[in-house]
């Protein structure tokens, strides 16, 4: 698979709930950065604390969350997505739509970085 591809894949897996085939596109030492004032802001590195910090408070905190690209730009190492999150947070019971642009580092075939941009106040109103 080139790129692309593997992170086309790496969202697949996202929305179907194959978090181990999401993480056997990791490389070991992935650096993950979810925006500041984003819910689960900072900078995480590896996969236990991308699971830990991110990944579970998503599934635990909001119901039906999504991360859906609407166009990959494949720019060598870099794959940048355009998309939208939603979901309903449990705890307000609010919904959100709120755009973002995900730039992801691929070497060797394997993720080593991934840097979330997006609207947080937009995700601060559902909370």
Known sequence: MDNKQIIEN?????????????LATFDENIAW???EGFPYGGTYTGAN??????FM???GEWENFSAVP?????????IIA??????KFN???KSMRVP??????????????????TDTLKVSEAL
């Open 10 to 22: 790496g969202y697949k897996c996202f929305a179907t709930g194959d978090v181990p085939g999401l």
């Open 82 to 87: 355009l998309g939208h999150y939603s979901g």
């Open 91 to 93: 705890e307000t019971g």
């Open 100 to 117: 973002f642009a995900h730039v992801w580092t691929l070497r060797d075939g394997k993720i080593v970085k991934f840097v979330q941009y």
């Open 57 to 59: 408070k998503l599934g």
């Open 70 to 78: 609407d166009e990959l730009l494949d720019a060598g190492d870099n």
């Open 33 to 35: 950065t979810e925006a």
């Open 49 to 54: 604390a991308i699971v830990e910090n991110v």
